[in-house]
């Protein structure tokens, strides 16, 4: 384990002669790896940092937005390496995090920092019962906050800092700003310190996924057989500031400048509709995308993307049109969230991550990783100007 191994992908170039003309990306140079210690105030609430090397959550930090625009990832010909084999049958369960040079992921029982060259930083053990079906850890400033069945644990240098045991449980992953971490129990969210205070606690009336954060607001969605219901709350203390009744798909939002966007049900499929976080009127509503929506719009550089199992499609942020003059049809079924940097969108579809150019819908590359055995696919993310896979192994695309 913690060995760096170079597989030889199946790695096309399709779409790479149109790269200089891309419109947000460095085509010509090599994969950008400026990660700063310094945040801005807009990085509180979460994702498009002045860090270039933080994905610090699931959907890459508060918002939710799936994107690191302050990066440039590989743009053509990536080479696949294997930063961490797990052993046994200690499958990857989270998409890798990552912050100051070091990819976090949980791996059957254990949490684990691994360093961009493959090797081990240390290991936590979590328990048996704790991580069967865990969900994706975040992490600020060094200190990792891992969801369990029953508990939220706080990990630094491979130490326990403290735990709490909110409600019935997390029911999904949490999130971070430089103020607090933020988790949802299904039925309640709460609000900690990063010393593990609890801030505030709210019940909701109906069962509420991952939140969002932006500035000094909360967003939560519920999506279930009942009402679904978007509610934006305080993150001072929880009180509720707006609540709509919408036919949404997903139980995470996105929140990007002021605006929420959601995938509801339309009456030809799936639109992406723009909401205003101030109190939840709708902005624009999108055409729809036909077939079954694999995840929740990502957006990046004033575009939305989101992808059904076969096509990604790309919607402008200011009033809903399209971008492109047709999606991007895929070769084999897509089942992840797409990501986007400033180079390009990334999506995973069959043991490959798939790289299209953000300013057309052209593929740019594909590199193929091995997800051939039993473990198969946890997620990936994008930082310091690579791409991080949990396949079988633990691997890097740079």
Known sequence: MGTRRTFLGA????????LAGCSGGDSGSEPTDNATDERTDEDDGGDEAADAGVWLSKDGGARNSSSNTAMAGPASEPSVEGLYEPDGFDDLASVPIVEDGVVYAVAGETLLAVSEEGDIEWEFELGDSATVGATTPAVRDGTVFVPTYSSLVAVADGERQWAVNPGNGPDASPVTTAEAVYLSTGDAVYAYSHDGDERWAESTDESVGRPAVEGSTLYL??????????TARETSDGSERWSVERPVTDSVPVVADGTLYVAENASEGTAVVALSGDDGDVIWESDPVAGRVSGRPAVADGVVYLSSTEEVHAFDAEDGSAVWDSPYVTTATMDDQVRADSN???LHQSGSIVAVDPSDGEQRWSATFDDSSYGGFAGFSVAAGRVYVAGDELFELA
């Open 11 to 18: 790695v096309s170039a399709a779409g790479i002669v149109g």
């Open 221 to 230: 969605l519920s999506s279930g057989f009942g009402t679904n219901v978007v």
């Open 344 to 346: 390009s969108v990334y």
